[in-house]
C-alpha cells in the first residue's frame, strides 16, 4: 500500500528552480533514503513535502493530496519533517520541545503516554528533560529532533540529513532508534542521507538524486551494489 | 522623607505604564524581530477612541474594554496587512512601514479628533482630596489603581506565557518560526495573536496613563512613553518579558528621582535620561540586563 506518492515535484527559491521533476514512493511501514551529493536537491525535496516552499507537481498521502497545504496542515495530515541541523527550541526546556511536537493533538492522556513512551525510547532526554534544550550536545538535540516529529504521531517521518555533524558513534545510534521506531511502531520513514553506508543499512529501497532529478532507483540492495553509488558515495 | 515618598509613588506609576509597553514591544520584537514604532500611536488611537466614548456618558470601564478590543483588532489587522506581506523582503522595510504607520496615526488622530488636548476621566476616585497618608505623603487612589490593574495584567501575561499551551506555541514560535511551523503550529495565527496582544496592552496603559495628568491627551502623549519604554525594553532585554517589566519600573523611579532631586535636569531634560540608558545599554549590555546574546544580532 503506497503511503506517500511524489510524481513530476517542482520546487525552488525564487526564479532559481532546484527540482525539476521529482518522483518517488515510500510503502506503509517502510524505511526509504533519497542519497544525494551536496545540491542535488535533497533538503529541497524535503521542504517541498513538508511545505515550507512553493512546490507543483503531485504529493499524495494516502492517495490524498497535501500539496497545497501550509505546514502545520501537512503535519496534520500526518508528516512530521526532522529539519536538517535539528531546529531545536533552544531556549525551551526539554519537555517543553516535546510538547511542542504534539502541537497538532488534544488527546492530553495519549500524549502523557507518547511523551513516557519516547522518554523510554531517549533515555538520555529523560535525564534532562527540565534543561534547556540549547545546552544539549548535537547528538542529542539530534535525538530530541526525532522524539519532538514524533510527538505528533505522524504516519510518515521525514528526516533531513540526520547524521550532519555527529560523531560516528552517535550517527549509529541515532539510526539504531531511527530503525527501532520503523520496527516497533510500523512507522513509514522517508531519509535522506549522505552517509550512504549507514543509510542504506537500514533502509528497504533508495533514490539516487543529481541535479534535481532522480536517476537511479531499486531496493537498498541492488544500489549498494551499482557502480555509481559505489564510487561517489561508499568509495570503493 | 515625604517628598521622596510622593516621587516614588509617581515613579512607580509612570514605571508601570512603560513596564506594560516595553512588555508589549518585547512582545512583537520576540514574534516578529522588530521594534514595533507604531506601538505608542497605536495606544493614542485607542485612548482617543475611549476619550471620545467617556464623552458621551458612557462609563470608563467600558470605555476601557471597548479600546482594548480596538487595540487588539488594530494590532491584528496590522500585523496581517501591513506587516506579514513585507517582513519577508527585509527587517529594514518593516521597519519603515511601522514608521509609517507612526505618522499616519497621529495625522488621523489629528483629524479625527484635532490637535486640543483633552483631559481624560480616570477608572478611579480621582479628586484633590482621594488619597491616603502614608507616613504625611499623599498616595492617589488614582496610583494605586494603576499598580494593580498593572500587576493584574503583567501577572495574566506571565500565565499565559508560562502556564499555557498557547503561551507554549508563542514561546516556541518566538523562539524558532521555521521549527515552530514543522511542529504544527500554524505560526500565522500566533503572530496574528502577539501583535493583538501586544496592541491590546497597549491600550490599557494609553486609558490607565492620561487620567494621571490634567490635559494629558493630546497628539504629542505618547512619543514620550514609546521612548520610555523602548529604553526599558532596551535595558531589559528585547526578548525578555521579566526583564522588560523590571527595567521599565526602574527607569520610571529614575526619572521621578532624578527630574525630582537633581535640579539640572528638573522638568526639561527628563526625555534625556531615557536617551542616556539607550545609548549606555548599547554601548556597555547589547542584550540587555536579562536577555540573551544571540539577540545582539538584530
Given at each position: 500500500m503506497t503511503l506517500l506518492e511524489v510524481r513530476d515535484l517542482t520546487?525552488?527559491?525564487?526564479?532559481?528552480?532546484?527540482?525539476?521533476?521529482?518522483?518517488?514512493?515510500?510503502?506503509?511501514?517502510?524505511?526509504?533514503?533519497?542519497?544525494?551529493?551536496n545540491g542535488a536537491g535533497k533538503t529541497t525535496t524535503m521542504r517541498a513535502i513538508a511545505g515550507l516552499i512553493g512546490r507543483k507537481g503531485t504529493v499524495n498521502l494516502d492517495g490524498a493530496s497535501i500539496i497545497g497545504l501550509s505546514p502545520d496542515k501537512v503535519v496534520a495530515a500526518g508528516v512530521s519533517l526532522v529539519p536538517q541541523g535539528r531546529g531545536t527550541f533552544a531556549k525551551l526546556s526539554v519537555d517543553d520541545n516535546l510538547h511542542v511536537g504534539a502541537a497538532?493533538?488534544?488527546?492530553?492522556?495519549?500524549?502523557?503516554?507518547?511523551?513516557?513512551?519516547?522518554?523510554?525510547?531517549?533515555?538520555?532526554?529523560?535525564?534532562?528533560?527540565?534543561?534547556?534544550?540549547?545546552?544539549?550536545?548535537?547528538?542529542?538535540?539530534?535525538?530530541?529532533?526525532?522524539?519532538?516529529?514524533?510527538?505528533?504521531?505522524?504516519?510518515?517521518?521525514?528526516?533531513?540529513?540526520?547524521?550532519?555533524?555527529?560523531?560516528?558513534?552517535?550517527?549509529?545510534?541515532?539510526?539504531?532508534?531511527?530503525?527501532?521506531?520503523?520496527?516497533?511502531?510500523?512507522?513509514?520513514?522517508?531519509?535522506?542521507?549522505?552517509?550512504?553506508?549507514?543509510?542504506?543499512?537500514?533502509?528497504?529501497?533508495?533514490?539516487?538524486?543529481?541535479?534535481?532529478?532522480?536517476?537511479?532507483?531499486?531496493?537498498?540492495?541492488?544500489?549498494?551494489?551499482?557502480d555509481a553509488v559505489r564510487r561517489a558515495y561508499l568509495g570503493y | 522623607m515625604q517628598v521622596f515618598l510622593e516621587r516614588l509613588f509617581d515613579g512607580i506609576s509612570n514605571g508601570a505604564i512603560y513596564a506594560a509597553l516595553a512588555l508589549a514591544l518585547v512582545m512583537v520584537f520576540r514574534g516578529t524581530g522588530t521594534i514595533n514604532f507604531a506601538q505608542g500611536e497605536m495606544a493614542l488611537f485607542t485612548t482617543y477612541i475611549a476619550w471620545g466614548l467617556t464623552t458621551k456618558n458612557i462609563p470608563v470601564v467600558l470605555c476601557l474594554l471597548i479600546a482594548t478590543i480596538a487595540g487588539f483588532t488594530l494590532g491584528a489587522v496590522t500585523e496581517r496587512v501591513l506587516v506579514r506581506p513585507i517582513e519577508k523582503r527585509s527587517l529594514l522595510a518593516t521597519l519603515i512601514v511601522l514608521l509609517g504607520l507612526f505618522l499616519a496615526l497621529n495625522s488621523l488622530d489629528g483629524i479625527l479628533w484635532g490637535n486640543q488636548n483633552h483631559?481624560?476621566?480616570?477608572?478611579?476616585?480621582?479628586?484633590?482630596?482621594?488619597?491616603?497618608?502614608?507616613?504625611?505623603?499623599?498616595?492617589?487612589?488614582?496610583?494605586?489603581?494603576?499598580?494593580?490593574?498593572?500587576?493584574?495584567?503583567?501577572?495574566?501575561?506571565?500565565?499565559?506565557?508560562?502556564?499555557?499551551?498557547?503561551?507554549?506555541?508563542?514561546?516556541?514560535?518566538?523562539?524558532?518560526?521555521?521549527?515552530?511551523?514543522?511542529?504544527?503550529?500554524?505560526?500565522?495565527?500566533?503572530?496574528?495573536?502577539?501583535?493583538?496582544?501586544?496592541a491590546a496592552i497597549g491600550a490599557v496603559a494609553g486609558v490607565l496613563f492620561t487620567p494621571l495628568n490634567p490635559d494629558a491627551l493630546g497628539l504629542g502623549e505618547m512619543f514620550p512613553l514609546l521612548i520610555y519604554a523602548s529604553a526599558a525594553a532596551l535595558f531589559g532585554g528585547l526578548d525578555s518579558p521579566g526583564g522588560a517589566v523590571i527595567a521599565g519600573l526602574l527607569i520610571g523611579v529614575a526619572e521621578s528621582m532624578l527630574s525630582g532631586y537633581v535640579s539640572a535636569i528638573g522638568g526639561q531634560l527628563q526625555e534625556a535620561i531615557a536617551f542616556v540608558a539607550i545609548v549606555m545599554v548599547l554601548l556597555i549590555r547589547p542584550q540587555g540586563l536579562f536577555g540573551s546574546k544571540e539577540v545582539e544580532r538584530v
Open positions: 520546487a525552488g527559491y525564487g526564479p532559481a528552480e532546484v527540482l525539476h521533476g521529482v518522483s518517488l514512493r515510500v510503502e506503509e511501514a517502510e524505511i526509504v533514503v533519497v542519497l544525494g551529493a497538532k493533538r488534544r488527546d492530553r492522556q495519549g500524549i502523557k503516554e507518547d511523551l513516557a513512551r519516547w522518554y523510554e525510547v531517549f533515555p538520555v532526554l529523560a535525564s534532562r528533560r527540565k534543561q534547556m534544550a540549547g545546552t544539549l550536545s548535537g547528538g542529542e538535540q539530534q535525538m530530541l529532533a526525532v522524539a519532538r516529529a514524533l510527538m505528533s504521531r505522524p504516519r510518515l517521518l521525514l528526516c533531513d540529513e540526520p547524521s550532519l555533524g555527529l560523531a560516528p558513534l552517535i550517527v549509529r545510534e541515532v539510526f539504531n532508534v531511527l530503525q527501532r521506531v520503523n520496527t516497533e511502531q510500523q512507522m513509514a520513514m522517508l531519509i535522506v542521507e549522505q552517509n550512504a553506508e549507514i543509510a542504506l543499512g537500514i533502509a528497504s529501497r533508495a533514490y539516487l538524486l543529481e541535479a534535481g532529478e532522480v536517476v537511479s532507483e531499486g531496493t537498498a540492495e541492488s544500489l549498494r551494489e551499482s | 483631559s481624560m476621566p480616570s477608572l478611579f476616585p480621582n479628586g484633590v482630596n482621594s488619597f491616603i497618608s502614608v507616613d504625611g505623603a499623599r498616595l492617589y487612589w488614582a496610583n494605586l489603581g494603576v499598580w494593580l490593574l498593572v500587576a493584574l495584567l503583567v501577572g495574566a501575561m506571565f500565565q499565559l506565557f508560562n502556564r499555557t499551551r498557547l503561551g507554549l506555541h508563542m514561546r516556541a514560535t518566538a523562539s524558532n518560526r521555521e521549527s515552530a511551523a514543522l511542529a504544527g503550529i500554524p505560526t500565522g495565527r500566533i503572530l496574528l495573536l502577539g501583535w493583538g496582544i501586544s
